[in-house]
């Protein structure tokens, strides 16, 4: 979490057999961690999705992710596990929310996959 109250967290699918666990992004002790999310596999197995970024400064790049819709039904599950912190369901709710409403403004091709 950042000054600003910014989390990320860094999801990887189950561990499997001699998976590491946790796993570390770097030595930092004050690094990121990667923790394991159920289902994230699906994520993994989604189609991916490539789309051309603009930064506010102009700057252009090359996006490459998964699938939108992958993203909005994974959150939208997450945000109803009975046993997930009540912050982490509603953020989950809000970002698949806002993501699917992104697609249906801006990119409705994607929306229904």
């Given at each position: ?20 666990h946790p796993v570390r992004l770097s030595d930092d002790e004050e690094d990121f961690w990667v923790a394991q ?77």
């Amino acid at each position: 979490m950042n000054k600003d109250g910014f989390e990320v967290d860094i999801i990887r699918r189950e561990q499997i057999a001699d998976d590491p666990h946790p796993v570390r992004l770097s030595d930092d002790e004050e690094d990121f961690w990667v923790a394991q999310a159920p289902r994230a596999q699906e994520l993994l197995d989604s189609p991916q999705f490539s789309a051309v970024i603009v930064a506010t400064n102009g700057d252009m790049a090359r996006m490459n992710t998964l699938e939108p819709m992958a993203f909005v039904r994974f959150k939208q599950w997450m945000s109803t596990l009975a046993d997930r912190d009540p912050l982490k369901r509603r953020r989950d709710a809000l970002q698949a929310k806002a993501v699917e409403e992104v697609l249906q403004e801006y990119l409705p091709q994607w929306a229904k996959t």
